[in-house]
């Protein structure tokens, strides 16, 4: 076996809690290497496929570097706040404080490296600052930093397995074998595990998530199998947070089975979802987009056929954002474009949103307002309610789209502390590992507020370089960093 050891920071995945702590890391003079598995032109892990970061905008250093957010005060505590209450108070309040505490020094850090934002708002219907880039571009952006400072990335590099020895005494990890071009390498150094979760797992998400989860499309990297977890646990690291929970967001219908990116057709809270049966199945209007879309898509899926049918009519179609493939299906009646769609109850389809109609005021579309939760609600009588922005579907032509759902990441992962150390089931830290991004659990239960995932990955994965230059790890052969602070 091939031994590689003048890297001063091994780090498992090139996705953006990988990229951040290659960042760090070679800021700090580490020497990092990154080992991506996927190919060059598949780079970026899920962060490929993705649009959006959250930010607190109050007190931002955005606005010196030319940025403007479109809310400009959204703080920190309401930030911590959306956490908390998306994942019902199960969040570790303490990695909650410490991801908000860093983001907005973390996404000024990311500016000054040369990301490039899109301030305006993705869509209406957002009510809190967030920032925009396409993934594909943040994941170029930061590999050229990382590359430019001194720092490698290695492709078709498969992570199989920790290296474990004892160093003064003391068991630790120094490094990590991979399989590259059919051979072992062996990289040796501190390890951060960045390497996402087990989402692209077929086998996998049956065992986590039930029966047809091996169907589900996976919006990014079909890469994700969850082996950089897997050695973490098998190195002592102790299981947390929500295993049978995932970010699993509302896609087009027709999206494809791996790398289709965002694919969704937002909007869908202002109007009408139906299933096969022809009926409405959950309260489209319960919360902004924002903090429903990751939800609701589990909630699809597991409709029959694993589809559903979105219908609006003239008025409201202005207020859809369709991002997949599927073209619109359009009629005169309600039970055409349903029947069209391919719906068993199209009939059954058109009495639903007949019945919706009626229970929407009538002065509905007078009080709709896109961007606010505008409390205009349908009768009470209606179930499920439609709880915001009810107003009736009665201006054809109609037009339809299928909808499923699609998973992004997963919710279980290794325990870490908010020094991105992994912990063991005694709540010690394991020398010489480390984890960021969604690779540990803890943070994400049932929902997770938009933009969060990038935001966490880029702040521990930050936090994850420092904590190892500060500790000057004995395991380094590439030299051991002094003392650093946040801000160096």
């Given at each position: ?220 990297s079909p890469y994700n199998d969850g082996r950089p977890v897997d ?258």
């Amino acid at each position: 076996m091939h031994v590689i050891d003048n890297h001063g920071l091994v780090v498992v995945g090139c996705g953006m809690a990988g990229l951040a702590a290659g960042l760090r890391a070679a800021e700090l003079g580490l020497n990092p290497i990154l080992l991506e598995k996927s190919p060059c032109d598949e780079r970026g892990g899920q962060t490929r496929y993705v649009q959006s970061f959250r930010a607190p905008s109050a007190d931002s250093g955005l606005p010196d570097r030319g940025y403007e957010f479109a809310v400009d005060d959204y703080t920190e505590q309401d930030f911590y706040d959306d956490i908390m209450h998306q994942t019902s108070d199960k969040a570790d309040p303490e990695m909650a404080r410490r991801l908000v505490d860093r983001s907005s020094e973390t996404i000024e850090w990311l500016t000054d490296h040369g990301v490039d934002w899109n301030m305006e708002p993705l869509h209406v219907g957002y009510t809190v600052a967030r920032t925009f880039i396409e993934g594909e571009d943040l994941v170029d952006t930061l590999v050229a930093r990382v590359v430019e400072l001194g720092g490698t990335v290695v492709y078709d590099a498969e992570a199989r397995d920790l290296r474990e020895d004892e160093v003064d005494g003391q068991r630790r990890i120094t490094g990590v074998e991979a399989i590259i071009d059919g051979e072992y390498v062996a990289y040796e150094g501190p390890v951060v595990i960045a390497g996402g979760g087990y989402e692209s797992d077929e086998r996998k998400r049956t065992i986590y998530y039930g029966d047809g989860y091996d169907e589900m499309p996976v919006r990014g990297s079909p890469y994700n199998d969850g082996r950089p977890v897997d050695m973490a646990l098998e190195a002592g690291a102790e299981a947390v947070g929500q295993w049978s929970g995932a970010h699993m967001s509302l896609i087009d219908g027709n999206s494809p089975p791996a790398r289709g990116g965002a694919n969704r057709i937002d909007g869908y809270q202002y109007v009408v979802v139906l299933n096969h049966d022809g009926e409405r199945f959950v309260d489209e209007g319960q919360d902004a987009r924002a903090h429903t879309y990751a939800r609701f898509g589990r909630l699809f899926f597991e409709e029959e056929d694993h589809e559903v049918f979105l219908i609006a009519d003239s008025r409201t179609e202005e207020y859809l954002w369709p991002q997949g493939p599927s073209d619109p299906v359009y009629g005169d009646t309600v039970a055409e474009v349903l029947n069209e769609l391919g719906c068993d109850s199209p009939d059954q389809g058109a009495e639903t949103i007949e019945a919706y109609n009626e229970a929407c005021p009538d002065d509905g579309f007078e009080q709709f307002d896109p961007e606010h939760l505008d409390g205009t609600s349908a009768d009470e009588a209606l179930s499920p309610s439609k709880s915001n922005w009810a107003v009736p579907l009665t201006d054809p032509p109609y037009v339809g789209y299928p909808l499923t759902g699609g998973i992004t990441f997963a919710f279980g992962g290794v325990a870490a502390d908010t020094d991105a150390r992994v912990l063991n089931d005694r709540e010690e830290a394991i020398p010489g590992l480390y984890a960021a991004g969604n690779s540990v659990g803890g943070l994400f239960y049932d929902n997770y507020p938009g933009g969060t995932g990038l935001m966490n990955a880029a702040v521990y994965g930050r936090i994850a370089a420092e904590t190892v230059a500060e500790e000057g790890e004995p395991s380094l052969s590439g030299g051991a960093a002094g003392e650093v602070t946040a801000d160096d």
